[in-house]
């Protein structure tokens, strides 16, 4: 069964950027869109970004403009590039097709703080 492990986060001073890695331990192409989510305390897990195989992309109105979501060269990677973060980017980043196919990897924590 694939596993999915995150990383790249971290802590950022708001107006900052990161990227996120995403890592299959099989191969996620078969997949037509991944996505990445996050879920801050005390709310649900939301997806925020999401990518289809032909490259064609999806944000939510919170990260539009400044989040970009890409696949790696090779076919078990997903990547999400965070400019201009903010506070209320602060969150557990997970990555997973737009449907959840896969079991949740242990995400990987963005804390936007001055």
């Known amino acids: 069964q694939v596993q999915l492990v995150e990383s790249g986060g971290g802590l950022v001073q708001p107006g900052g950027s990161l990227r996120l890695s995403c890592a299959a331990s099989?191969?996620?192409?078969?997949?037509?869109?991944m996505g990445w989510y996050r879920q801050a305390p005390g709310k649900r897990r939301e997806l925020v970004a999401a990518?289809?195989?032909?490259?064609?992309?999806h944000y939510a109105d919170s990260v539009k403009g400044r989040f970009t979501i890409s696949r790696g060269t090779a076919k078990n990677t997903v990547y999400l590039q965070m400019n201009s973060l903010k506070p209320e980017d602060t969150a557990v980043y997970y990555c997973?097709?737009?449907?959840?196919?896969?079991?949740w990897g242990q995400g990987t924590q963005v804390t936007v703080s001055s």
């Open positions: 990518i289809d195989r032909g490259g064609s992309t």
């Open positions: 099989g191969s996620i192409f078969s997949i037509n869109v």
């Open positions: 997973n097709s737009h449907i959840a196919t896969f079991p």
